[in-house]
């Protein structure tokens, strides 16, 4: 089953940026505009901060980036905030086969 | 604001099919500008997802679930549902109802993204 690749851990001291990874394959990003991301606080549902590559919800703060080159997609968190601490998974749908997918997911730690 | 609620049984037996409602209130289900979907988290794990529907009964499916998955909608209720069959130790996970934007003219999977989710429910896969 595809996989995308995300780092275990980031953090990152409040007031600070930080960027989290995602990198799969040219066929595991197969609809260019299909990467999304979700953060997930403990105990909570994911919650969705960016869609289509670089669109925000309504409500998620402008400090929450994403981006894409070639096979690696990116979310930046810039201001760190003590709340911004939350697990954070990257998703695309590889279309060759069918599969939606979901980075292993990153611990931002605010320090 | 619309919201969703997943319900079912929090124990289920091993072999034995796990089965799954989830509730959409203050909107309606039948929109055409929205997919239905499924993802569950083992305990300590990422993400993975399980399947979508759309209110026509359309279907699009995990292909590593497919054999055991079946998702259904009731439109008269508001509802749609999952079933799971053979369950083992490693389906026990907590199971989530989402709501996915349908873009009109595209195939699926083009955008993919869930905007809307249930709270989640722990299912447990024990004897």
Known sequence: ?111 | QLQLQESGPGLVKPSETLSLTCTVSDGSISSSTYYWGWIRQPPGKGLEWIGTIYYSGNTYYNPSLKSRVTISVDTSKNQFSLKLSSVTAADTAVYYCAREPRHRGYSYGFFWYFDLWGRGTLVTVSS
């Open chain 1, 1 to 111: 089953q595809s996989a995308l690749t995300q780092p275990p851990s980031a953090s990152g001291s409040p007031g600070q940026s930080v960027t989290i990874s995602c990198t799969g394959t040219s066929s595991d990003f197969g609809g260019y505009y299909s990467v999304s991301w979700y953060q997930q606080h403990p105990g909570k549902a994911p919650k969705l901060m960016i869609y289509e590559v670089t669109k925000r919800p309504s409500g998620v703060p402008d400090r929450f980036s994403g981006s894409k080159s070639g096979n690696t997609a990116s979310l930046t968190v810039s201001g760190l905030q003590a709340d911004d601490e939350a697990d954070y998974y990257c998703s695309s749908y590889v279309g060759s086969n069918n599969l939606g997918i979901f980075g292993g997911g990153t611990k931002l730690t605010v320090l």
